[in-house]
Structures are given as C-alpha cells and as structure tokens.
C-alpha cells in the first residue's frame, strides 16, 4: 500500500503560482511511477502530467505545457506540480497517484490521495 496526501492548493488569480505537493508514505515512493490528474465540476478526471520513477521521464498534456512542470524527491518522499500562468480552466480538484510506469491513463494507477483544490479567479 501506498497513502497519498496532497497540498498546497488554494484560491489564486489568473497569472499567478502554485506549487502542488504529494506527499507518499508506505512501499518505497522511488518504486512508483507517479501522475498528476484534475477533475473540474460536471467534468470527467483528466491527465495532467506525469513522471517516472526516475524522475528522468516526464510528460505534461498539452493543455499545460510551458505552464505546469512536475519533479519529485526520492529522498523526502515527495512529488511536485509547479504551476505558473493559471487561468481559470485550470479549476479543479488535483490528484496525485503512483503506478507500476508513467501513463496517461488514470486506470494504469494503483493509489490515489484525496485530492487538493485549486481555484484560479479572472
């Protein structure tokens, strides 16, 4: 088993910053592949970025390219969404969640956290 937290969302404008953490306990988090997905009201959950247990592979949707940028730490047991520029459409509840390999699709992964808001104002 591997637990999931996340944090670090919050009410912003349009134009700002957040940074979204993950924080993992339970089975080594370097095992796990890990992803980034969103889910807006009235919406289904979608991909949003997505790293390998490495760290040496990522992939962003296109939606958020040159915006958002994912990292983790192996050694603190983390994962990161560095997001910059918001716009409104970037609304949602954000999760995180670690697979056996970095996928787009959220049924490629086992454990999910609860999720954390991000609300991004005009």
């Known amino acids: 088993q591997v637990q999931l937290v996340e944090s670090g969302g919050g009410l912003v404008q349009a134009g700002d910053s957040l940074r979204l953490s993950c924080a993992a306990s339970?089975?080594?988090?370097?095992?796990?592949?890990m992803g980034w997905f969103r889910q807006a009201p009235g919406k289904e959950r979608e991909f949003v970025a997505a790293?390998?247990?490495?760290?040496?592979?990522?992939y962003n949707t296109d939606s958020v390219k040159g915006r958002f940028t994912i990292s983790r730490d192996n050694a603190k047991n983390t994962l990161y969404l560095q997001m910059n520029s918001l716009k409104p459409e970037d609304t949602a509840v954000y999760y995180c969640?670690?697979?056996?390999?970095?996928?787009?699709?959220?049924?490629?992964?086992?454990?999910w956290g609860q999720g954390t808001q991000v609300t991004v104002s005009s």
């Open positions: 790293i390998a247990w490495s760290g040496a592979s990522t």
């Open positions: 339970g089975r080594t988090f370097s095992n796990y592949a």
């Open positions: 969640a670690a697979g056996d390999r970095l996928r787009v699709s959220s049924q490629g992964y086992d454990y």
